[in-house]
């Protein structure tokens, strides 16, 4: 009955470096998302999973960021060279398909 | 583009006090979600609003869905101080990606 889990819950880099932010979802979760949620904002779309599938990851915001669930149900979201701009709360979400998302505790990234 | 506004982006009470949050997209939904943030910690589901004209009701929280699907808001009746926190809506339009509106978070006056 666990729920979402994500490790690290803080993360501080050096700007150049890159991190990698895990999410283990609730078994048996089949859909996977990440979102960005920037200090006193709401939640952004960065990508879903449905399985092992990557079928949208269109809120990536650029090519530094890459996220991967390769046996469809860990997932790992990772930043390479690291700017300020990054520095957020990281939110894992699963579901079953099309139900409700449940979230994680989010990892807070602060970039230095 | 798909976007949800949500207002006000603020609200402070007295306890006991009424407290009504809205959302607004330009386009038509396919659903609303509704979820409440507490000071540090991660967005919880409230409820899901699917149909034109829908309301729905938790204990002193009053959901409602415009009949356009475009609007929604949450209504808190005689707020309490474990009412605190960030209440989001979140919209989508038949993918299963949320676009969450920017929040209103409520403070209350014990």
């Known amino acids: 009955g666990a729920g979402v889990s994500q490790s690290p819950r803080y993360k501080v880099a050096k700007r150049g470096q890159d991190v990698a932010l895990r999410c283990d979802p609730i078994s048996g979760h089949v859909s996977l998302f990440w979102y960005q949620q920037a200090l006193g904002q709401g939640p952004e779309f960065l990508t879903y999973?449905?399985?092992?599938?990557?079928?949208?990851k269109s809120g990536l915001p650029s090519d530094r960021f890459f996220a991967e669930r390769p046996e469809g149900s860990v997932s790992t979201l990772k930043i390479q060279r690291t700017q300020q701009e990054d520095s957020a709360v990281y939110l894992c979400?699963?579901?079953?398909?099309?139900?409700?998302?449940?979230f994680g505790p989010g990892t807070r990234l602060t970039v230095l | 583009g798909q976007q949800v506004m949500q207002i006000p982006q603020y609200q402070h009470v007295q306890e006991g006090e009424d407290f009504t949050t809205y959302c607004n997209s330009s386009t038509t939904l396919s659903n609303i979600q509704w979820y409440k943030q507490r000071p540090g910690g991660h967005p919880v589901f409230l409820i899901q609003?699917?149909?034109?004209?829908e309301v729905k009701k938790q204990k002193r929280l009053t959901f409602q869905f415009g009949e356009a699907k475009k609007n929604s808001s949450l209504h808190i009746t005689a707020t309490q101080t474990t009412d605190v926190g960030t209440y989001f809506c979140?919209?989508?339009?038949?993918?299963?990606?949320?676009?969450f509106g920017q929040g209103t978070r409520l403070t209350i006056n014990p």
């Open positions: 609003l699917v149909k034109s004209g």
């Open positions: 979400a699963s579901s079953l398909v099309y139900d409700t998302q449940y």
């Open positions: 979140a919209g989508q339009w038949g993918a299963q990606k949320l676009v």
């Open positions: 999973f449905q399985n092992e599938a990557q079928l949208d």
